[in-house]
Every structure is written in structure tokens, then in C-alpha cells.
């Protein structure tokens, strides 16, 4: 889609890491990056606190020290384990597919049952992609930028170890990810191309979006202005509206699985937590990243389409202030934050963005906004949304005043380059027993539109 803009871009150049909160304070001190009409204003911390915001978290795992921080790429951050819980990708492991190994790239894939397509498609495997780089890693594999051969054609692929998924009793989330993303197709959410396996792994190919997360943007410059943090928040929510139409909760609504397009357009990602639920349904499950979790979840009631309100209420909050409203580094205290916290908006803000986050953070999820019968349009409805024509949002016309720097298609700028400067190998596992083979019965997949059509065999 070609957006029209009526407001001219603004670009900056983007570090390889984010900086410390420090830092941006000087640079932004010197008039270097000063952005404040797109950006905001830096959030207020308090003496002691800026060594903290946003630093890495060190624990232990058998004695070794392991530090995790929050980082951008593709399958989202190294994530902080104190303060997250059921969650797949949910730390990096030290030596596991490390690179450097002998590949199994070429593993056949496995005899599986084809679903029936039209002759523009065809049957792949992992032999059908280029490696080119790799852009991520979490504790179930890898995400690679991968090159369609015969083409020029760009994706991501993610491949995932059957042994590790079997490991941590990750299948049913695995297939859960894969069978929601089959239903989508929406423009401010990661396409799926296709799926495969070979005996020893899952694929996921899916559209290559190298913009940076949402959270790298926010972490480099602080806080987002009302006019840019409502635009992203509205394709958001028609995202999330989306997918509750399909009767899909995703769950794990957080900056970090938010990413930009090169047009600067939110690209909603990481299925692995989502869920199919009936409308009147409730789930009990204890998922996600804690910040960002409705109380109804901490509190095991059951929680179902509300649950996603509440995080995007507490991503404003976030892309406004620069923390979400309730922190604490001891899980306990912060779930009763979360529970029984009273509620404190910056007096910065307008009275509407107050409005609408008194509406999305209500704790009893029957009235919080967006639950009534008219689901998503109570919030496109809200007086913080009377400048957006969301017709006109949904086909990409609403222009956000920020586009990242990307280069071209193949661009891995705005990716960590502690992924990015590693080798490009998928590692080789081990094959899972005969008897959990049958676990990952039905994964293969490929989109029904001509994607690959011109491709060769």
C-alpha cells in the first residue's frame, strides 16, 4: 500500500543497541535528538532510578550467571524470567543453537499429508529458502531472513527444535500459533506464508518486517507525543479488534511484540500465547508478561477479550510516560499493584487520553472499555479517537509522522547485532521418539493466494 501523507516523515538514524537512559538524557540536552514534537518529552525519574530503567536483570540458572534484558528482534527480546511466566521463547539458553555446528538444512521433510491448493502453489522445505541472516534466537530455535530461491523475494522464517518444544510441553501452544495465524490476514499483523516440518523441527515463514520494534523506538527516545502514540494505538486496536472478530485473544499485547513496517505502519506479531475462545467463554490459563496482564488473569477468574484491553491500556500508558503504570521488581508486590494499585495518570496528559485510560485499566473486566456489546467500537468511538478515520487507516492513508531508516527490503539495521553478526547456520537436533512424531500431525500449510507463483521448483 502507498500511504499519503499530509505531514512530512521525520527519519533518524538508529544505534545498534539501545542506549542507556542516561545517555539520551545528554544527547537530547546537546539539541542532538531533539524530536519532542513526535517523540515527547523524556519521562521523569526519580534520584537512583535511571541506573534501573530498562538495564539488563542478571539471575542464575545451575550457577551460571545469565543477564537478559529487553532487546529488539524478530522473536522479541531476551526476556526478564522474574517477571514472566508460561510463555514460549521464554529465555535464551546458553549453548543451544549456538551456530558453528554442522547443518541439517537440508533434513528432508518429513512425509506428511498435503492440503489441497491451487497450481500457483507448491510443496516446500527448508531447502527451498537461502539463508541470510540471522536476526533472532529463543529457547525453542531460531528466526532466520531467509531469500525464496529463484527470486529476490524476502521473508522470515523461524524454526523451532521438536525436541525443545517436546522438552517444555510447548506443542499444543507450537500448533495453536500456527493454526490462529492461518485465519489472519489483516494489514497491522504479521502475515503467515506457510508452515512445514522435517523430523527434527518446525517452520514458520512469515513476511519480513524490518522496521525495528515498537519497543527499540520507545526505548531509544523515551515517550511517544499524544499524536503519534494515538495512531499507533488505533492500528492497534484495529488489529486487535481483528482478531476478537475471529474469536482470537492474543494475550501478550507489549511493545515488544509490536513491530514497524518501513513505512512506519505497527505490524502486530508472536502468536504464541493467542487462543481461540467462544465469545462468552472464559480462560483460566496464567500467561504472559506481567506488566501487561489484566487482574482478572493474576487472579485466576477467568478472563477472556477484555484481557486484551487491558494490556493495550497499559501500552498507551507506556508509550506516553515511558514505564507502564505499575512496576516493581518483586513479582509478588507488583501483582498486587496490578490487583488493588490505584491507578496514576501523568497531568501532562489531556483530559482525553485520561478518559481513555480510566476506561481500558478499569480492573472489573465487565466494564472496562471495549467489553460492552459493541466490543472494539466503544474504542474507536472514544473522543481520543474523533480525529481518525479508520477507514482510511485501514488502507495505510494515516501516514505515522515517524518511518524508520531502512535500506532496502534485505535491510537488518534496526535488528540486534548480537544476532545479526552471528553465522547463519540452522543447527542440527535431535530427532524426538517415534511415539511424539504424531504430536505435529498437520502443521504443514501454505498461504491460499499466489505468493509463490513464478517461483522456481
Known amino acids: 500500500m502507498a500511504p499519503t501523507a499530509t505531514t512530512a516523515a521525520v527519519s533518524i538514524p538508529l544505534p545498534s543497541r539501545p542506549p542507556r537512559l542516561d545517555a539520551v538524557v545528554a544527547a537530547d540536552d546537546a539539541g542532538e535528538f531533539d524530536f519532542s514534537d513526535v517523540f515527547g518529552q523524556?519521562?521523569?525519574v526519580k534520584e537512583g532510578e535511571a541506573a534501573d530503567w530498562g538495564q539488563p536483570e542478571l539471575h542464575y540458572v545451575a550457577d551460571t550467571l545469565v543477564i537478559c534484558s529487553r532487546s529488539h528482534s524478530l522473536v522479541g527480546p531476551s526476556p526478564r524470567p522474574s517477571l514472566r511466566v508460561g510463555c514460549p521463547l521464554e529465555e535464551c539458553e546458553a549453548g543451544d543453537d549456538a551456530g558453528g555446528e554442522d547443518s541439517d538444512f537440508s533434513d528432508a521433510v518429513d512425509v506428511e499429508q498435503q492440503q489441497e491448493f491451487d497450481d500457483t502453489t507448491r510443496k516446500l522445505g527448508p531447502g527451498d529458502f537461502e539463508l541470510l541472516n540471522l536476526v533472532g534466537q529463543g529457547a525453542f530455535g531460531k528466526v532466520f531472513q531467509v531469500r525464496l530461491k529463484g527470486s529476490s523475494d524476502i521473508y522470515a522464517m523461524k524454526v523451532m527444535r521438536k525436541d525443545k518444544v517436546l522438552e517444555k510441553n510447548y506443542v499444543d501452544y507450537m500448533k495453536a500459533?500456527?493454526?490462529?495465524?492461518?485465519?489472519?490476514?489483516?494489514?497491522?499483523?504479521?502475515?503467515?506464508r506457510c508452515s512445514f516440518q522435517t523430523k527434527t523441527k518446525l517452520y514458520l515463514i512469515l513476511d519480513f518486517i524490518n522496521g525495528g520494534h515498537?519497543?527499540?523506538q520507545l526505548y531509544r527516545q523515551g515517550t511517544f507525543s499524544e499524536d503519534l502514540c494515538r495512531v499507533y494505538a488505533a492500528e492497534i486496536v484495529s488489529a486487535v479488534a481483528h482478531l476478537h472478530s475471529k474469536g482470537i485473544v492474543h494475550r501478550d499485547l507489549k511493545p515488544e511484540n509490536i513491530?514497524?513496517?518501513?513505512?512506519?505502519?505497527?505490524?502486530?506479531?508472536?502468536f504464541g500465547l493467542a487462543k481461540e475462545i467462544e465469545e462468552s467463554d472464559r480462560t483460566n490459563s496464567y500467561c504472559g508478561t506481567v506488566e501487561y496482564m489484566a487482574p482478572e488473569i493474576l487472579l485466576s477468574k477467568g478472563h477472556g477479550k477484555a484481557a486484551d484491553w487491558w494490556s493495550l491500556g497499559i501500552l498507551v500508558y507506556e508509550m506516553l510516560h515511558g514505564m507502564p503504570p505499575f512496576t516493581n521488581r518483586n513479582k509478588n508486590k507488583l501483582q498486587q499493584e496490578i490487583i488493588k494499585g490505584k491507578l496514576k495518570l501523568p497531568g501532562y496528559l489531556s483530559s482525553e487520553v485520561h478518559s481513555l485510560l480510566k476506561g481500558l485499566l478499569h480492573k472489573d473486566p465487565s466494564k472496562r472499555l471495549g467489553s460492552g456489546g459493541?466490543?472494539?467500537?466503544?474504542?474507536?468511538r472514544h473522543k481520543w479517537f474523533k480525529c481518525i478515520n479508520w477507514s482510511k487507516?485501514?488502507?495505510?492513508?494515516i501516514q505515522p509522522k515517524f518511518v524508520p531508516v531502512v535500506?532496502?527490503?534485505?535491510c537488518i539495521a534496526n535488528f540486534d547485532e548480537k544476532w545479526t553478526k552471528l553465522p547463519a547456520q540452522d543447527s542440527p537436533a535431535s530427532t524426538p521418539r517415534a511415539a511424539d512424531i504424531d504430536m505435529f500431525q498437520g502443521y504443514t500449510y501454505v498461504a491460499p493466494n499466489v505468493w509463490l507463483s513464478g517461483s522456481s521448483s
Do not use: N, W, Y
Open 42 to 44: 523524556l519521562p521523569s
Open 177 to 192: 500459533e500456527r493454526d490462529i495465524m492461518t485465519k489472519i490476514v489483516h494489514p497491522f499483523i504479521v502475515q503467515l
Open 214 to 216: 515498537l519497543f527499540f
Open 259 to 270: 513491530l514497524l513496517d518501513a513505512d512506519g505502519h505497527v505490524k502486530l506479531t508472536d
Open 374 to 380: 459493541s466490543g472494539s467500537c466503544d474504542i474507536k
Open 393 to 397: 487507516l485501514d488502507a495505510g492513508l
Open 407 to 410: 535500506q532496502g527490503r534485505a
